[in-house]
């Protein structure tokens, strides 16, 4: 079982940066592809990034977000760069054995989520 606790939400102005983290529990932690999603108010939850051995981004993030990873300290990044206002959502981590995906489905832990919010 795999545990994952999202930090680093919160408030910023429009072309401000954050760096969200997610620790995971648990010792195979390398073993899993890594994925960041969101989900604003009345939309479903998409797609922002993914890293397993290299990384994939939704086009609506690339060039701004970056993702990383510490296997020794079982944790995976998101730097946000040039922040607009489309990006404030809830932010998720997510863990899955499949490889990295862009899909929903394809990852089986969840982590509770970090608030993300973009003033204009």
């Known amino acids: 079982q795999v545990q994952l606790v999202e930090s680093g939400g919160g408030l910023v102005q429009a072309g401000g940066s954050l760096r969200l983290s997610c620790a995971a529990s648990?010792?195979?932690?390398?073993?899993?592809?890594m994925g960041w999603f969101r989900q604003a108010p009345g939309k479903e939850r998409e797609f922002v990034a993914a890293?397993?051995?290299?990384?994939g981004y939704a086009d609506s993030v690339k060039g701004r977000f970056t993702i990383s990873r510490d296997n020794a300290k079982n944790t995976v990044y998101l730097q946000m760069n040039s922040l607009k206002p489309e990006d404030t959502a809830v932010y998720y981590c997510?863990?899955?054995?499949?490889?990295?995906?862009?899909?929903?489905?394809?990852?089986?832990?969840w982590g509770q989520g970090t608030q993300v919010t973009v003033s204009s």
């Open positions: 890293i397993s051995w290299d990384s």
């Open positions: 997510a863990a899955g054995r499949g490889g990295r995906s862009p899909r929903v489905y394809d990852y089986e832990h």
């Open positions: 648990g010792r195979t932690f390398s073993g899993y592809a």
